[in-house]
């Protein structure tokens, strides 16, 4: 479970309350001139010249800090404090370093976001809820009012600092009226879900509704509320959009609201999101839109037998079958092989808790005795396919093969020792980790990778022996 923090919206409010404070004190102590940290906000100190140079060129370096508007690209970059945001952008809170960062929101974002979501948690802080526009347009505000040096102009200034550093409470009226608000994530889901479902959203508004709605939905909590005022299903019929991108990031809300929730993974199955994501799987998409959907499929069918037995009743495995063999998708191949070993291994560790525990009347126990899925693998061609998978390149999609080919095995045994392609690719494959285990050992892993792999297969060869 990843770590969090504070909700994207606390963590705004916080920074807010944080400006108020020092507004605030700036307001009630204009006349003291004690600190240097307050020199920023205090351009008194420059009117009364009592301030030696140095002094000085530090406000100045200080002033065209604060008043530096950010240029995002589309990569994320790191926010100095003070740094202004032009409206429109993305900002989130990277939460293994602590900074806060900017980018550009465009429409291929997404993919870029999905690489920082792999870095580290985000916390989005929705640039909606204010706008950057009026944080802007005070600062040019305040830049008037520092520059202005002459004394006879200081009344003017006077006024026009008191008009920017208004009374705690009237800014604080004025941000309620910017909606800077503390939202529940509940009041932030409903709002994502109203985006998103609005028909006068426009798709890039949809996309961002649906990559941050992907944040709060990894908390349990948050997926059941996600139910309860039907904002699942709005998330779900997504998957029936006829733009590909929003049945893409639809799955990936999905993805993240199934796992390991089950209250969420029911609902599902009665809101008729199996049938839509085997649909997606079975015709014509983008290669990303199939990631997701299958990310997605996977949390549905995880620990969850029912939705296994219906995945069965609805020809998913033929579905994976196509993806496996298909040349657009054949990448693909790793993540359905793993899939399938989960579930065979997820009913296996059934089997053995209830035997563990002499109780094989659990309600869950019967449920996967429905699945018939060893039976189902064998007949539809699984044991060929998974056998000639074993001829990938890489060393992890080999691994998951084997380790498939392991939990196979009584189910495949004929078909196994019948291949003579598999026993070719074992034998090849022997001597060539024969070689990589004892590099390895030299190198003074004694249990290392490539030992592993060794071992699975010489023991898949004794057994076909
Ligand atoms: C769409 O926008 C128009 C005008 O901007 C507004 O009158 C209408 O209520 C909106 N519809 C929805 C579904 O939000
Ligand atoms: C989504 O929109 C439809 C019609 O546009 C509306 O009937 C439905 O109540 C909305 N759902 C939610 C959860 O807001
Ligand atoms: C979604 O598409 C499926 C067919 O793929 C169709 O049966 C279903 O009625 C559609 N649902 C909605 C809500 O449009």
Same mark, same amino acid.
């Given at each position: ?16 309350? =944080? ?6 004190c700036f ?25 030696d140079?140095k ?5 100045e370096?200080?002033?065209t800090?604060v ?21 429109g ?10 900074a ?15 690489k ?12 909606? @809820?204010? @706008?950057?526009?009026?944080?802007? /347009? ?9 520059q ?21 409470e ?33 798709? $890039? ?7 941050d ?17 039907g904002?699942?299903?709005v998330?779900?019929?997504g998957?029936n959009s006829?733009?590909p991108?929003v ?8 993805g ?7 209250? *969420?993974?029911?609902?599902?199955i ?22 997701? *959907? ?5 949390s ?13 009743? =609805? ?7 196509? =993806? ?10 790793v993540?359905? *092989? ?7 291994? $997820? ?38 396919i ?6 990938l ?8 093969v ?5 939990v196979l ?18 034998? /090849? ?10 590099l ?6 004694d ?14 060869l004794?057994?076909?022996?």
């Open positions: 479970v990843a770590p969090r923090g504070l909700p994207p919206s606390r963590m705004a409010s916080l920074g807010i309350l =944080l400006g108020l404070l020092i507004t605030s307001t009630f102590c204009l006349s003291c001139q004690n600190s240097n940290e307050f020199a920023l906000t205090n351009p008194e100190k420059r009117s009364t010249k009592e301030s140079s002094k000085t060129k530090a406000e370096e200080l002033d800090e008043l530096e508007v950010f240029h995002p690209t589309q990569e994320w970059q790191a926010l100095r404090p003070g740094q202004a945001v032009p409206a952008s993305h900002v989130r809170l990277n939460l293994q370093t602590g806060r960062e900017v980018k550009r929101q465009q429409e291929d974002k997404f993919q870029s976001d999905l920082g979501l792999k870095k580290g948690r985000r916390l989005d802080i929705n640039t909606n @809820t204010y @706008t950057s526009q009026d944080l802007k /347009s005070a600062l040019a505000k305040f830049k008037e009012g520092a202005m040096e002459n004394s006879k102009e200081e009344q003017a200034r006077q006024a026009k600092v008191k008009q920017l550093f208004r009374p705690i009237e800014l604080k009226k004025e941000f309620d009226e910017l909606n800077v608000v503390i939202e529940t994530d509940m009041q932030i889901m409903v709002r994502l879900i109203n985006k998103f479902n609005s028909s006068n959203s426009s798709l $890039e508004e949809k996309i961002a509704a649906l990559f709605l992907e944040y709060y939905v990894h908390q349990m909590d948050n997926a059941q509320d996600l139910l309860s005022f904002g699942l299903q998330v779900i019929n998957l006829t733009e991108l049945k893409e990031y639809a799955a990936f809300v999905l993240a609201a199934f796992s390991s929730n089950p209250k *969420v993974q029911v609902e599902a009665e809101g008729g999101a199996l049938q839509k994501l085997l649909v997606i799987l079975a015709t014509e998409q983008p290669l990303t839109a199939k990631k997701k *959907v299958l990310f997605a499929l996977c549905l069918l995880r620990h969850f037998p029912y939705a296994q037995q219906q995945f069965l009743k =609805l020809g998913g495995l033929q579905v994976l079958r196509s =993806l496996v063999q298909e040349k657009s998708t054949k990448v693909l191949a993540r359905v *092989v793993t899939l399938l070993y989960d579930l065979v291994t $997820e009913k296996m560790f059934a089997e053995e808790e209830a035997e563990l525990t002499q109780d094989s009347s659990s309600e869950k126990l019967q449920q996967y005795r429905q699945v018939h899925l060893l039976p189902e693998l064998r007949e539809q061609g699984w044991c060929e998974t056998a000639h998978l074993l001829a390149p890489e060393h992890d999609a080999r691994e998951k084997l380790q498939t080919l392991g095995l009584t189910t495949c045994w004929d078909h196994y020792r019948q291949d003579p392609q598999l026993s070719r690719t074992l034998g /090849s494959l022997q001597s060539e980790y024969q070689a990589l285990a004892s390895e050992l030299q190198e003074g892993e249990e290392g990778y490539f030992r592993e792999l060794l071992a699975s297969i010489n023991n898949l004794k057994e076909l022996r």
